[in-house]
T-cell receptor, first 111, second 115 residues
């Protein structure tokens, strides 16, 4: 079973920042937080991951609380193409560890 | 930018027939995976493959399923005798062996329809 809890759906206006929360209160010390998204029926797309420090890349920022029990994915200027299901996944970073997907958050960007 | 490719994009087969789904992972990646997604449901892990052997498999991956890396580029999933409940999107993924990363890159999927 997925070790994370996410709201089932969220809306955001185009051009605004989308903040997607995730709870992972049982995360262990050697588990990272990964975010993926799935646009319609396409293959999941890697967004970002982190351990305890905040991370930023060209797609998004990841804010992890100090106790690591929750995190927030931030899409700074959401566009219509960001409409997708976003998955927060905790995973050990060794080798061939599988990804366990939950239901994710269905993010809708409105014009 | 390199990407995972999958063929065919859509496969229709009759119940009881064998199907082979093909994937070409990103060329320097070492870990390979198959996932599936039944319409309207979660993405589910099937199997992971490393160093020419299965690393882990789920309960879904029973004796009807097999994987193979027949050459240096292809990675295949075979379903020996398809059932109606095998109808799903099948995604192949690969990941590099890089310290502190191991992010998985997914292909576009093969839609399998069993009639």
């Amino acid at each position: 079973d997925a070790k994370t809890t996410q709201p089932p759906s969220m809306d955001c206006a185009e051009g605004r920042a989308a903040n997607l929360p995730c709870n992972h209160s049982t995360i262990s010390g050697n588990e990272y937080v990964y975010w993926y998204r799935q646009i319609h029926s396409q293959g999941p797309q890697y967004i970002i991951h982190g351990l305890k420090n905040n991370e930023t890349n060209e797609m998004a920022s990841l804010i992890i609380t100090e106790d690591r029990k929750s995190s927030t994915l931030i899409l700074p200027h959401a566009t219509l193409r960001d409409t997708a299901v976003y998955y927060c996944i905790v995973r050990e970073i060794q080798g061939a560890q599988k990804l366990v997907f939950g239901q994710g958050t269905r993010l809708t960007i409105n014009p | 930018e390199p990407e995972v490719t999958q063929t065919p994009s859509h496969q229709v087969t009759q119940m009881g027939q064998e199907v082979i789904l093909r994937c070409v992972p990103i060329s320097n990646h070492l870990y390979f995976y198959w996932y599936r997604q039944i319409l309207g449901q979660k993405v589910e892990f099937l199997v992971s493959f490393y160093n020419n052997e299965i690393s882990e498999k789920s309960e879904i991956f029973d004796d009807q399923f097999s994987v193979e890396r027949p050459d240096g580029s292809n990675f295949t999933l075979k379903i020996r005798s398809t059932k109606l409940e095998d109808s799903a999107m099948y995604f192949c993924a690969s990941s590099p062996r890089q310290f502190r990363t191991y992010e998985q890159y997914f292909g576009p999927g093969t839609r399998l329809t069993v009639t």
